[in-house]
Structures are given as structure tokens and as C-alpha cells.
T-cell receptor, first 116, second 110 residues
Framework: EPEVTQTPSHQVTQMGQEVILRCVPI?????FYWYRQILGQKVEFLVS????????KSEIFDDQFSVERPDGSNFTLKIRSTKLEDSAMYFC??????????????FGPGTRLLVL | KQEVTQIPAALSVPEGENLVLNCSFT??????LQWFRQDPGKGLTSLLL?????REQTSGRLNASLDKSSGRSTLYIAASQPGDSATYLC?????????FGSGTKLNVKP
């Protein structure tokens, strides 16, 4: 069964460093998403991406964040200068993309980011 | 801003019981609602997706209902099993943003 994969599973970084989180969505999916979940808190929407551009972003997704689909398979989230409060589990998801994107989202296993 | 609330926060039941998990949202103008399960330290697994025009969806022992006008959804689990133990999350799509509840942590005792 197709699945969303994410690398790395864990990342430890120093405050102020740049990190890139990688995701391989399900191959025929058209919509891609990033979420984060701070330990003990709700899953929070960061950004959705369609047709090589951001379709929606939350208030959390400020200038420190960027997303890219560098090739036909990878979808990346870059945090330019990490802060302590960026420590969280980051989930990538994808969906098939019927009109309006009203389809089931499939999540990857997550990348646990720890900023020291 | 959309707020999603789930009740109860935790639930412990003996194996075999039927149970209901509740999800409420503040703005009824949603596109869809999705139920997920999350196992400790893992990603989210989609259980059911209900479009805004639908009232319920079923998959095996799971049945989810949606009442948009009252801002509520319920997830019914029949004949619960220890393998159902997990945290259950509901999420609504509001325009192009997604809002999650805090989840209901379910423990099914053998």
C-alpha cells in the first residue's frame, strides 16, 4: 500500500541553525501539507501546497518557514533559523486532489525536531 | 477562527463495549471532517472522511456522523477491542485550513 515517508525520523539542531525536513508524498497525489505537533498539544496546520505553489498557510508559517517541491517526488520544509519553540513533531501529508481537495489526507510518520 | 473540541479527553472501557467519541466545531462552514487515530509516537492514520454534504460514513466497526448545523460529529466504535486503544482526533477543513481537536485517548481493557 502506498505511504508517505519522511526523513529524518529525528533531528537535533542548535538554535539559529537551518533545518530541512524531507517528505515523499504518495506518488499520484497532488496536494501536500505540513503540520506540527508540539508535545502534549494539538496538531497544527502549517501550510498546503498545490501546483507548485502555496495554496494556504497558517499564522505559524512566517518568513522563517519555506516549502519546496524540488523534483517530482520530494516535498521539503525548511526552517531558516530555528528557535527553541520550533521543537515539535513535524508531519507531512498528501491527498489525491479531487476538485477542492476534498479527499482523505494520508500522513507520514513524522520528524521529531529538537532545538537546543 | 475555527475551534475544535473533543469530549471526553480520555476514556477507559472494557473490551466489547460500544462507545461514542464526540467532536464539536464552532463554525459550521466546513468542507469536510476527518477522523484519525494516533498511536503513541506515531503519525496519524485516517479512519473516516465525511464531506460537508454527507451525514455519515461507515467503515467496519466505525461509524461517523456529521451534523453541520449544530457543529457536531460523533465517532461510534462498535464492539471495542484492545487494539482500538489509541488517541482519536477529529479535524475539520475550513476553507483551505485544517483545525484539529485535542483528541480522545481511548484505553480498551482486555
Amino acid at each position: 500500500e502506498p505511504e508517505v515517508t519522511q526523513t529524518p525520523s529525528h533531528q537535533v539542531t542548535q538554535m539559529g541553525q537551518e533545518v530541512i525536513l524531507r517528505c515523499v508524498p504518495i506518488s499520484n497525489h497532488l496536494y501536500f501539507y505540513w503540520y506540527r505537533q508540539i508535545l502534549g498539544q494539538k496538531v497544527e496546520f502549517l501550510v498546503s501546497f498545490y501546483n507548485n505553489e502555496i495554496s494556504e498557510k497558517s499564522e505559524i508559517f512566517d518568513d522563517q518557514f519555506s516549502v519546496e517541491r524540488p523534483d517530482g517526488s520530494n516535498f521539503t520544509l525548511k526552517i531558516r533559523s530555528t528557535k527553541l519553540e520550533d521543537s515539535a513533531m513535524y508531519f507531512c501529508a498528501s491527498s489525491g486532489g479531487l476538485a477542492g481537495g476534498q479527499e482523505t489526507q494520508y500522513f507520514g510518520p513524522g520528524t521529531r525536531l529538537l532545538v537546543l | 477562527k475555527q475551534e475544535v473540541t473533543q469530549i471526553p479527553a480520555a476514556l477507559s472501557v472494557p473490551e466489547g463495549e460500544n462507545l461514542v467519541l464526540n467532536c464539536s466545531f464552532t463554525d459550521s462552514a466546513i468542507y469536510n471532517l476527518q477522523w484519525f487515530r494516533q498511536d503513541p509516537g506515531k503519525g496519524l492514520t485516517s479512519l473516516l472522511l465525511i464531506q460537508s454534504s454527507q451525514r455519515e460514513q461507515t467503515s467496519g466497526r466505525l461509524n461517523a456522523s456529521l451534523d453541520k448545523s449544530s457543529g457536531r460529529s460523533t465517532l461510534y466504535i462498535a464492539a471495542s477491542q484492545p487494539g482500538d486503544s489509541a488517541t482519536y482526533l477529529c479535524a475539520v477543513k475550513d476553507f483551505n485550513k485544517f483545525y484539529f481537536g485535542s483528541g480522545t485517548k481511548l484505553n480498551v481493557k482486555p
